[in-house]
């Protein structure tokens, strides 16, 4: 069974299409790259993946199940980009948060050790996210995220206000869930990330998909050493 599957997903904003008969499927146990420019769609369609927004047309069944409906979502977990934690709750108090929805308890150990992993300091979590920096912010809900041990995550440009130490530590943390036998599906216009780790990507360009398949099987089509000089021959091509 697929954790995603994306059929046909059309999308306009003021009659200004932005998705266009888009689909794609995210295989068990992959490693699943969203690749394209800013404001090109993907916060969109994961909005919609998601049922925080509708679509035109198309469907999108999360391990079989229509994305409508509630049962859906009990496999998944999900960092946007612009993640704001209330800023009244301690780390600790947030991620517990967290996890009484998917009714695990905190594991502090496990926790501590997921936080050596990014970089972040365990002792921060008994503060309030108001002292928090924006990549401090960022882990944090990336820890949430691992911690939930959902069987489906999906991360929004999960790079974004990361140093390059903290990208690479992000990077060892994401196998290392896939070895737990979990799906990750990701968007990012870093592309070096997704070139490294990815076993698949979707390229998404002027609303439609481009390409689905492998990341060398892209930098063949292309005939490049680089996801990044790949896409700038793909975009250039439309």
């Known amino acids: 069974m697929l954790p995603l599957k994306i059929s046909e997903i059309s999308k306009s904003f003021n009659n200004k299409p932005v998705l266009d008969q888009v689909s794609f499927e995210v295989k068990q ?28 047309n198309g469907e999108i069944e999360i391990f ?5 409906l509630p049962e859906s979502r009990k496999k998944i977990c999900y960092l946007p980009e ?5 800023q009244h709750l301690k780390g600790e108090e947030f991620i517990k948060f ?16 997921i936080c050596e992993n990014l970089d972040l300091r365990f002792e921060v979590l008994k503060q309030k996210v108001t002292k928090y920096s924006k990549g401090m912010m960022q882990k944090l809900g990336l820890l949430a995220v691992f911690l939930s041990e959902a069987d489906l995550i999906i991360l929004d440009e999960p790079m974004s206000g990361l140093d390059p130490k903290a990208r690479i530590a992000l990077k060892k943390e994401l196998i290392a869930y896939k070895n737990l036998g979990k799906t990750i599906f990701f968007s990012s216009h870093i592309l070096s990330d997704m070139d490294e780790i990815c076993d698949a990507i979707a390229v998404l360009n002027e609303t439609k998909i481009v390409f689905e398949g492998t990341p060398k099987a892209f930098k063949d089509k292309h005939q490049e050493d680089s ?7 793909e975009i250039r091509a439309i």
Not at 64 to 68: D, N, Q, Y
């Open 29 to 56: 146990n992959d490693i699943f790259g969203f690749i394209g420019l800013n404001g090109v769609g993907k916060t969109t369609l994961i909005k919609i993946a998601l049922d925080l927004l509708d679509q035109e």
């Open 64 to 68: 079989g199940i229509s994305r409508v």
């Open 82 to 86: 612009k993640f704001q934690p209330s």
């Open 98 to 113: 967290v996890l009484d929805f998917y009714a695990k308890k905190y594991d502090a150990k496990r926790a501590q050790k």
């Open 227 to 233: 996801l990044d000089k790949a896409f700038l021959k």
